[in-house]
Nanobody
Framework: VQVVESGGGLVQGGGSLRLSCAAS????????MGWYRQAPGEQRELVAT???????NYADSVKGRFTISRDNAKNMVYLQMNSLKPEDTAVYYC???????????????WGQGTQVTVSS
């Protein structure tokens, strides 16, 4: 199983970016998918999660600015980030809780991360 993020980059404050994450390989089912971020010198923190039936959860710091969505048919999750602030600068990681085959336990998979830099 692989989880791969894309869409990071450099953007001015107030701008927008859209992150994408694709899960591939031996996948029977995917439960919760989510985005986390880690700034230099900080611990990794939750940004947003989405269940298979599209129930969402957001960190207070991004509510109203970020939107998480997923495409179950494509095993993908997205993060639309609007009104970006310099404090959103971090490496963003995708997480997917995946059942690799029928009756197997779910396993957490992580992507390699994508850098988001917001200039002031």
């Amino acid at each position: 199983v692989q989880v791969v993020e894309s869409g990071g980059g450099l953007v001015q404050g107030g701008g927008s970016l859209r992150l994408s994450c694709a899960a591939s390989g031996s996948i029977f089912s995917i439960y919760t998918m989510g985005w986390y971020r880690q700034a230099p010198g900080e611990q990794r923190e939750l940004v947003a999660t989405i269940t298979r039936d599209s129930t969402t959860n957001y960190a207070d710091s991004v509510k109203g600015r970020f939107t998480i969505s997923r495409d179950n048919a494509k095993n993908m999750v997205y993060l639309q980030m609007n009104s970006l602030k310099p404090e959103d600068t971090a490496v963003y990681y995708c997480n997917a809780r995946i059942v690799p085959m029928k009756l197997a336990p779910a396993i957490d998979y992580w992507g390699q991360g994508t850098q988001v830099t917001v200039s002031s």
